[in-house]
């Protein structure tokens, strides 16, 4: 870890929807930053395999459990970080669904589901994270999933691509905002990342479109000019620098990590 904590403490990072795929990567290279983590997820079981693997590495890590569609659970989910290993240094507001539907199929409890989850959840991770950091009074980071489709549009997610652009622009005004208190707000942007979101989309785009299973994740890795899919540590190891001090007189900003695609 290369930022000196004030309080000499370990620093302590908290991950949403840190179980699996691109948080997972995010948790356990934190952890190798130096943090202790705190483990967020729906699921009890895939969380705490985070974290005995975390505690493996000679890091402190704990699972809060729970749904950041529920804003008092948010608030929960900061409060038992601090109680429980020490202080909040770096938030990031990973979690996240899609679903991929035409534009003229999709109904307002599909907008809803992906909204409460993509939008409303972050937006209530982000207060309560940054109540957290003013509070401690040594400024933080705060670091934001958004996606290449809250960049540009894409066929069959134009509601995934509708709670990206918001999240962009969440980044943005929240970064204004919190800057007099130390605190860096910014987020990155993922493009096809071999994960299970990606097998779901390959799968049920591919049923939109008649085409064979993989057929969809083939053409795709066709438009990325880095010639292959992404990693979850590719996404990991941008997070890893923005927590960093390295990153310290950076805020406000949108990172793509997609191989070229979003110039191409």
């Known amino acids: 870890m290369e930022m000196p904590h004030p309080s000499g403490r370990t620093p302590v990072a908290l991950i949403t929807g840190s179980a699996t795929g691109i948080g997972k990567a995010i948790a356990l290279q934190l952890c190798e930053d130096g943090y202790d983590i705190a483990i967020n997820d729906l699921h009890e079981a895939p969380s705490m395999a985070v974290v005995e693997e975390i505690r493996s590495r000679g890091r402190r890590a704990i699972a809060v ?28 507001a990973n979690a996240g669904i899609n679903i991929p539907k035409p534009f003229l199929d999709f109904e307002t409890s599909d907008l809803q589901k992906i909204f409460n989850v993509n939008v409303y959840g972050l937006f209530h991770t982000v207060q309560a994270a940054a109540r957290q950091m003013i509070l401690q009074g040594h400024g933080g980071r705060i670091i934001n999933a958004a996606s290449v489709g809250g960049k540009k549009g894409v066929e069959l997610l134009s509601a995934y691509c509708a709670t990206k652009f918001a999240t962009i622009g969440i980044t943005q005004s929240a970064a204004m905002e919190f800057a007099k208190y130390g605190i860096t707000v910014n987020s990155y942007c993922p493009g096809a990342i071999d994960t299970g979101m990606w097998e779901m989309l390959d799968e049920t785009i591919g049923g939109f479109r008649n085409v064979a299973r993989g057929e969809t994740v083939k053409k795709r890795i066709e438009t990325v000019p880095l010639g292959r899919m992404g990693l979850p540590s590719d996404v990991a190891q941008v997070v890893s620098f923005l927590a960093s001090d390295k990153a310290s007189y950076i805020t406000g900003q949108s990172i793509v990590v997609d191989g070229g695609v979003y110039l191409s």
């Open 65 to 92: 459990c729970g749904d950041v569609t529920n804003e008092a659970f948010t608030t929960e989910m900061v409060e038992r970080t601090v109680a429980e290993l020490g202080g909040l240094d770096v938030a990031v």
